[in-house]
């Protein structure tokens, strides 16, 4: 088991896997450095089983930035190869310039992925991406689309597009329009977040 940065070279040769199976962070959804938080701390007391947790617990505020989609990225860092992703920048950025740049650096770094999952693929191998589309300031964040044509820009082969309606999501259902941050029930400016989800399915 490797714990590593997907944006960055893995501990793996070239056309050496089957099948990836993944959920990517979705843009501006969670802080998933805070989400892991209390399992940094818990893990961090086995130096057995975990050696490298207590370091990251130590070092929190590196830790939340390697990860992909996080808001603590200032600068935008890639390219999308998306133009779904260029627009989707352009659209934003006249009202929330910062959210702009987050979601920018979300696309350059999911980039990066695609372009690893294909050096480690075998050929005829495939990769599964599980993801959602949101809405942020009235503009529609096509995440799955975005992903799409990233991956075929890499050299993927489209096998399969699958969308499914999220029936039961139970924690964080809503969101705010005009700010797009998570919000209750009562909230009269909100939409739901996440209703459907796709399986976006390629072959190398």
Sequence with gaps: M???DSTKKLPLNNSQVDLIITSPPYVT???YGDLHQLTLLWFGQDSTQFKQWGRFSKD?????????????KQKKNGNFESQIAERIVKDLAP????????????????????????RILKPGGKACIIIGNTKLAGVDILNAE???EQMLSVGFQPVEFIKREVSNKNI???RDINTGKFTGHSNESK???YEYEYIVVMQK
């Design 2 to 4: 490797y714990r590593r």
């Design 29 to 31: 959804s969670y802080e």
């Design 60 to 72: 929190y505020d590196s830790f939340r930035k390697s990860f992909i989609g996080t808001s603590l």
């Design 95 to 118: 009202a929330r310039r910062r959210m702009a740049v987050e979601v920018a650096n979300y696309f350059a770094d999911m980039n990066k992925s695609f372009r690893e999952m294909y």
């Design 146 to 148: 975005v992903a799409a």
């Design 172 to 174: 964080t259902p809503w």
């Design 191 to 193: 939409t739901r977040a």
